[in-house]
């Protein structure tokens, strides 16, 4: 084993200590943010920094850190109270990829992936997305330690493909082939391993 | 398309809501987390809630929800100030499942995980991951909407299983075989699509 103390992290350069770090939790959920400001720019960014906060009621987490992230989605979700969470398949991972890039106009626009809109949901939902979110600002705190903002969101709208919605509710990613990110720049789809029985301490797990 | 409002996913039974909610993020990292009590008595649990914070100085965040988690990992961290991160592969995917069930003694002495200790670091790493991560605490934070607790952990040891680190600092998580989590229940590897080249607004992403 390779083994890297604090004082050897902060030695390395700035490059190959950036890679790794954010290497080190693992696989990361990847959602397209869809966004519109109140002069009616719709506005798309990918983040790996989405998560489950709780069911019910159905609430998300986003992760937005300051110098490393265009603020323009969280300018608009503050301004609007509203965005829209899209999973990203192989087939646009890489448009996905460019709209981090320094766009003038709207990301839409500018990679070629298109707005759709729905049920009187005011922000973009991503044309041809598997998995697709309207979402609400419920709150926001600032961390104290790096000035990371943790954004909380109410789920309104969840549009499915149909062919990834099992009976009891669960998603097959694998089927909707959803996309994982891992570190700044490299794309994964999953291959299932098993679902597993819930963990019980008299019997070891068995396969669903 | 599948279309739930949120009075819909509220009429839900609660199984199928929870299924559902869990999933909508994608894919989650898998990381279990080891503790130890001031007793000297370990604790191994596992963890999809764990994501980059920032690189410099190198911090992990980790979501600890008081409903659905055992607490005693939060309460090891908060009286001892340290934990462990290690990365799940499939060889013991299945007891790392296991650990979340509500032993009395050890989740290592009931699972048949091995402990090892290293670095005169006091919490436990996992035998044999292939990422292990000794942190220590930094802050906590309490969400208002539903008690969920933010921890910021510091990364101060790094050991790595050499056939996963690039010279530029990133790791090859398929080469590592690190496992991911969907919804509650459901394990995968990855397996990589492409790197793609940093984004920029003149140049449609290419392969690295």
Redesign the interface.
């Known amino acids: ?6 004082d050897q ?2 030695e ?1 350069d ?18 397209l943010i869809g966004t519109k400001n109140t002069k009616g720019i719709s506005n798309l960014a990918p983040f ?14 986003i ?1 937005f ?1 300051p110098h490393t992230v265009k603020r323009d989605t969280l300018e608009n979700i503050l301004e609007t109270g509203f965005f829209t ?1 899209n ?1 990203v398949t ?1 087939e646009f ?2 448009e996905a ?8 106009q709207s990301e839409f626009e ?1 990679t070629g992936l298109q707005e759709e809109y729905k ?1 009187d949901f005011s922000a973009p939902f991503v044309l041809g997305s598997p ?3 309207g979402c609400s600002l ?2 926001t ?1 600032t ?4 000035q ?1 903002v ?1 954004l ?1 969101g ?9 062919k990834g ?2 009976p ?4 097959d ?2 089927a909707l082939e ?3 990110v ?20 008299g019997k ?2 068995e396969e ?1």
């Open positions: 084993m390779r083994h890297f103390s604090l992290i902060k390395e700035s490059f190959f200590r950036r890679n790794l770090i954010n290497c080190l939790s693992g696989y990361k959920s990847l959602n790996s920094q989405v998560f489950h906060i709780g069911a019910s009621p159905p609430l998300v987490g992760l850190r969470l999973h192989p991972f890489k990829h460019w709209t981090a890039a320094d766009w003038e500018a049920e998995v697709q979110l419920v709150e705190q961390l104290k330690i790096n990371t943790l909380i109410g789920i309104d709208h969840i549009f499915l493909d149909e919605l099992r009891d509710g669960s998603l990613l694998n959803t996309v994982t891992s570190g700044l720049d490299e794309y994964h789809v999953g291959r299932k391993l098993a679902r597993l029985t819930y963990a019980k301490s070891f797990p669903i």
